[in-house]
């Protein structure tokens, strides 16, 4: 199972930028238990940002306040993060999570993580 990340990018403070992350099992079945996004700033300890669940609902992070939406496509395995009014403090690695069990024979349910990807919003 891989979590392929994208959309990092250099923006301005108060700019948007989407985040985009698809789950690929490969040879595995895979059903998804749960999506989001993780960050790390230089520094600091990687934290979460937001997670949306099997059943739809969504956790944020209280720093998120309203400015963050995370969505899911589940026909394509994959989540989306829009993110408006961006600080300078938003400026980290944003990984990709996915709590998913595969199936190959038997299941396994098991935390992934895609290789992140590098948000820098200038002031």
């Known amino acids: 199972v891989q979590l392929q990340a994208s959309g990092g990018d250099l923006v301005q403070s108060g700019g948007s930028l989407t985040l985009s992350c698809t789950a690929s099992g490969g040879i595995f079945s895979t059903s998804i238990n749960a999506m989001g996004w993780y960050r790390q700033a230089p520094g600091k300890e990687r934290e979460l940002v937001a997670l949306i669940n099997s059943d739809g609902s969504t956790d944020y992070a209280d720093f998120v306040a309203g400015r963050f939406t995370i969505s899911r496509d589940n026909a394509k395995d994959s989540v989306a993060l829009q993110m408006n009014s961006l600080k300078p403090e938003d400026t980290a690695v944003y990984y990709c999570?996915?709590?998913?069990?595969?199936?190959?024979?038997?299941?396994?349910?098991?935390?992934?993580w895609g290789g992140g990807t590098l948000v820098t919003v200038s002031s």
């Open positions: 999570y996915g709590d998913i069990t595969a199936r190959k024979g038997g299941q396994w349910r098991a935390d992934y």
